[in-house]
């Protein structure tokens, strides 16, 4: 194989540059920037000089420990694909194979090709480790992004470097945005939240994931239905409730919904039966108890306020409506007006604040925004 393997020394520099002529043949290739074609370029040169040296001294039992991408940077595991490697692998292979009559000397053809054919499964290993490598690493700093940005979400200070690192993380520009929170579950749950991610990319939806206030909180934007991609991110989540913040026009705007759905989740415990998922708009009676800022001021602004404002006794209605405990004709007495006057007050009420004071729970947050509004100044 000596006089063989001068021949494949000798016309390395020749094949190689065949091998980056045929690859033109390929869309992806020459879709390339000329760097990136550089860089291939000294891959396939690298393979070539890696064969001839293997070639010389290699042993029959041992198995060659190709290094043919060191020769270009680590960021073109970015830009040409692993299945665009295998037929890279596959150009270089059948340039050789084509030349083996004209390169072994007579004798050596069926040597040349199995070493040949070996070498290239090697290579094609080797591949499949720099990217597994590559991918390994990629996705350790994309869960460092991700988490960074879900801080910054829940800490409120979303500026532009947040926007850059969600959008490096493939956040669009959803037409809509909004988070859930649920209770963190025991044991491992990434493979859980990367199922999550892989079906809200196949469903159009972008999806950002982390750990907050001892919680899992999803942030998702989309384009469609709100309440459908809410029922289905809900579906992929763990056992136990799921508080979904109100809606968002895009990720800069959504720190208010974070909060809130992280807000309704510290909350919900205390409503048993709530529905799976549950709005934080419908914790708010149990969130102000708890101290929320936020629910406090929606309690006022979105029922108290409007109420003390409309006239028309409607808050006097509501006060003493609930101080009777819910009786319409009680309610009557003290105010010593005629039950259906009652009625038709506690429907003005109804249209006004979106409130059924005949509805438990409506009625518990009715009376936490009384109790808010008469001690606001005190």
């Not at 390339?32 to 293997?54: E, H, I, K, M, Y």
């Not at 990367?194 to 939806?205: A, C, F, P, V």
Request: with cysteine.
């Amino acid at each position: 194989m000596a006089s063989t393997w001068q021949r494949v020394r000798r016309a390395q520099s020749r094949l190689s540059t065949e091998a980056v002529q045929r690859m033109d043949a390929l869309p992806w290739f020459t879709a390339l920037s000329p760097s990136q074609r550089a860089d291939v370029g000294l891959v396939v040169q690298a393979g070539f000089a890696n064969f001839t040296t293997w070639l010389k001294d290699h042993d029959e039992a041992a198995a060659p420990a190709p290094d043919v991408f060191g020769a270009a940077p680590r960021e073109l595991t970015r830009a040409v694909n692993l299945k665009q490697t295998v037929q890279l692998i596959r150009v270089v292979v059948g340039v050789l194979d084509e030349h083996v009559a004209d390169l072994a000397e007579p004798g050596d053809e069926q040597a040349l090709r199995e070493a040949a054919l070996r070498y290239s499964r090697e290579i094609a290993f080797a591949a499949a480790e720099v990217y597994a490598a590559a991918a390994e690493a990629r996705g350790a700093w994309d869960a460092r992004l991700e988490a960074g940005v879900v801080e910054a979400l829940v800490r409120g200070q979303v500026g532009d470097l947040t926007l850059s690192r969600a959008g490096s993380l493939g956040w669009g520009r959803p037409a809509w945005t909004t988070a859930l929170a649920a209770p963190m579950p025991a044991g491992p749950v990434e493979s859980r939240l990367e199922d999550l991610r892989g079906h809200g990319r196949h469903s159009g939806l972008f999806v950002l994931t982390g750990e907050a206030g001892g919680g899992l909180l999803v942030v998702v934007g989309g384009k469609g239905k709100v309440e459908t991609a809410v029922k289905q991110i809900a579906a992929g989540l763990p056992a136990g409730p799921v508080v979904v913040g109100p809606v968002a026009e895009d990720l800069a705007s959504a720190v208010a919904s974070v909060q809130e759905a992280l807000s309704g989740l510290a909350a919900v415990a205390a409503w048993p039966a709530a529905p799976r998922p549950v709005a934080a708009s419908d914790l708010l009676a149990e969130r102000a108890v708890l101290g929320d800022g936020t629910a406090r001021t929606r309690l006022l602004e979105e029922v108290h306020g409007p109420l003390a404002s409309a006239g028309g006794d409607l808050l006097e209605t509501c006060a003493a409506f609930l101080e009777t405990g819910g009786s319409i004709e009680a309610t009557a007495r003290s105010l010593y007006v005629h039950a259906n006057t009652v009625r038709y007050r506690l429907r003005k009420v109804t249209d006004l604040v979106a409130l059924d004071l005949t509805h438990p729970r409506d009625a518990m947050a009715a009376r936490v925004a009384f109790v808010i509004g008469r001690t606001q100044d005190l």
